[in-house]
């Protein structure tokens, strides 16, 4: 069993800031990868970023430059850094191990609007 919990989300304007959190719990004692991902209203669900227990790291073009994935292995806690945020990136945004596919948090929400 793992447990996957979001959050940090909120409502903010063009071009501000939001920092997500995905605390990772249960039967676990470490993982490989873990992404972030969203989800807009009618839309499918994308892969935003990804980092490995190596340190590799990948993003959607979308976010390159504005958007940095991060982890604490100690804490087994994964982060995402939004900077610069648009309004197209409003969506529900989870985190997710790969490594773990059965298992999704229940998302936070991010909302960019003036």
């Known amino acids: 069993q793992v447990q996957l919990v979001e959050s940090g989300g909120g409502l903010v304007q063009p071009g501000g800031s939001l920092r997500l959190s995905c605390a990772v719990s249960?039967?676990?004692?470490?993982?490989?990868?873990i992404g972030w991902y969203r989800q807009a209203p009618g839309k499918e669900r994308e892969l935003v970023a990804v980092?490995?227990?190596?340190?590799?790291?990948n993003y959607v073009d979308s976010v390159k430059g504005r958007f940095t994935i991060s982890r604490d292995n100690a804490k087994k806690t994964g982060y995402l850094q939004m900077n610069n945020l648009k309004p197209e990136d409003t969506a529900v945004y989870y985190c997710?191990?790969?490594?773990?596919?059965?298992?999704w948090g229940q998302g936070t929400q991010v909302t960019v609007s003036s």
């Open positions: 980092i490995t227990s190596g340190g590799s790291i």
């Open positions: 249960g039967s676990i004692f470490s993982f490989n990868a």
């Open positions: 997710h191990l790969p490594s773990y596919p059965l298992y």
